[in-house]
């Protein structure tokens, strides 16, 4: 297996084109048999790595996952943190915001969630859907009651990548490293797993009148990742596209992408002073009698 996972990453400063991005590559495993034994190393070695991350606590990860419906977000994260320790990983999901949470700035829900040092956060959807729903859906700033409605629309956008811009640029220099998803997922396919989910009576929970129409705005939602990954991919806290048809393959993909990103806080173990050395020398000896 040979996943380059910067074949996925969107550079700063690129100008993205969906339709130029594949949502299936050829399988980076042979067999079923070859997937399941890829991604067990790659979960065991999440295992230790997290382990790690815990240890010399002078890092924390937030994993943001952002997918149009179906596209496999709980799945990718069920199965690639499987083997995580759950003391040492907290996942959230976001959907329509409270009456409380829209007193507040548009990434307050999300900023208290942010992943201590130490540990791995993962948010299923994001403060990015205040530039994905709500652009496509611009009538729900209502509920927000800004002070200064947006009357230049590029420009109320333009500002609103700038504040998560800002926000991820203090996070990484204090020491959060942020890594973005986009499972990329073709029209056809959500077609075909919405027909599953009508079809099989154990998948009907997870069926929505709501998705068919959110399915109707398919090429305005688009648009608005185009835009957004465009805009808000930085060499810090980058975005990947990830082809998700195939949902074997985008797990080994997203996995890869983490496990890298993992490897390159260079972390290690804390060293163990030599007046440290001689107490538990001490202890050993009194413990051994």
Same mark, same amino acid.
């Given at each position: 297996? /040979?996943?380059?996972?910067?074949? =996925?990453?969107?550079?700063?400063?690129?100008?993205?084109?969906?339709?130029?991005?594949?949502?299936?590559?050829?399988?980076?495993?042979? &067999?079923?048999?070859?997937?399941?034994?890829?991604?067990?190393?790659? *979960?065991?070695?999440?295992?230790?790595?997290?382990?790690?991350? +815990?240890?010399?606590?002078?890092?924390?990860?937030?994993?943001? =996952?952002?997918?149009? #419906?179906?596209?496999?977000? #709980? @799945?990718?994260?069920?199965?690639? !943190? &499987?083997? *995580?320790?759950?003391?040492?990983?907290?996942?959230?999901?976001?959907?329509?915001?409270?009456?409380?949470?829209?007193?507040?700035?548009?990434?307050?829900?999300?900023?208290?969630?942010?992943?201590?040092? @130490?540990?791995?956060?993962?948010?299923?959807?994001?403060?990015?859907?205040?530039?994905?729903?709500?652009? *496509?859906?611009?009538?729900?700033?209502? &509920?927000?009651?800004?002070?200064?409605?947006?009357?230049?629309?590029?420009? =109320?956008?333009?500002? %609103? +990548?700038?504040?998560?811009?800002?926000?991820?640029?203090? !996070?990484?220099?204090?020491?959060?490293?942020?890594?973005?998803?986009?499972?990329?997922?073709?029209?056809?396919?959500?077609?075909?797993? $919405?027909?599953? %989910?009508?079809?099989?009576? #154990?998948?009907?929970?997870? =069926?929505?009148?709501?998705?068919?129409?959110?399915?109707?705005?398919?090429?305005? +939602?688009?648009?608005? +990742?185009?835009?957004?990954?465009?805009?808000?991919?930085?060499?810090?806290?980058?975005?990947?596209? *990830?082809?998700?048809?195939?949902?074997? /393959?985008?797990?080994?993909?997203?996995?890869?992408?983490?496990?890298?990103? $993992?490897? @390159?806080?260079?972390?290690?173990?804390?060293?163990?002073?030599?007046?440290?050395?001689?107490?538990?020398?001490?202890?050993?000896?009194?413990?051994?009698?």
């Amino acid at each position: 297996m /040979n996943i380059d996972t910067k074949d =996925f990453r969107v550079d700063e400063g690129d100008s993205v084109d969906l339709e130029k991005w594949p949502t299936k590559i050829d399988p980076v495993y042979k &067999s079923k048999h070859q997937y399941k034994t890829l991604l067990e190393d790659h *979960v065991a070695e999440l295992s230790e790595r997290q382990e790690l991350l +815990y240890a010399s606590n002078r890092h924390a990860i937030l994993l943001i =996952f952002q997918a149009m #419906d179906a596209a496999g977000k #709980d @799945g990718v994260i069920r199965h690639v !943190m &499987s083997g *995580v320790n759950p003391q040492g990983c907290q996942v959230f999901s976001y959907k329509h915001p409270s009456a409380a949470e829209l007193q507040h700035d548009f990434m307050w829900r999300t900023t208290r969630d942010m992943p201590e040092r @130490g540990k791995i956060g993962i948010f299923n959807r994001s403060y990015y859907e205040e530039v994905l729903i709500i652009r *496509v859906h611009p009538e729900l700033l209502v &509920s927000e009651a800004l002070a200064d409605p947006p009357v230049d629309d590029e420009t =109320f956008w333009h500002q %609103r +990548y700038r504040s998560i811009k800002n926000f991820e640029r203090h !996070m990484h220099a204090n020491g959060t490293h942020i890594v973005k998803f986009f499972l990329h997922l073709s029209k056809d396919e959500q077609r075909k797993r $919405f027909l599953d %989910r009508i079809d099989d009576p #154990d998948k009907n929970w997870k =069926f929505s009148t709501a998705d068919i129409k959110e399915r109707g705005f398919w090429k305005d +939602y688009q648009k608005a +990742y185009e835009q957004c990954l465009s805009a808000t991919s930085t060499s810090n806290s980058p975005w990947y596209v *990830v082809p998700a048809d195939d949902k074997e /393959n985008a797990r080994l993909i997203v996995s890869k992408i983490v496990l890298d990103t $993992f490897d @390159g806080l260079k972390m290690s173990y804390p060293t163990v002073s030599a007046e440290r050395e001689a107490e538990l020398a001490a202890i050993r000896k009194q413990l051994a009698k």
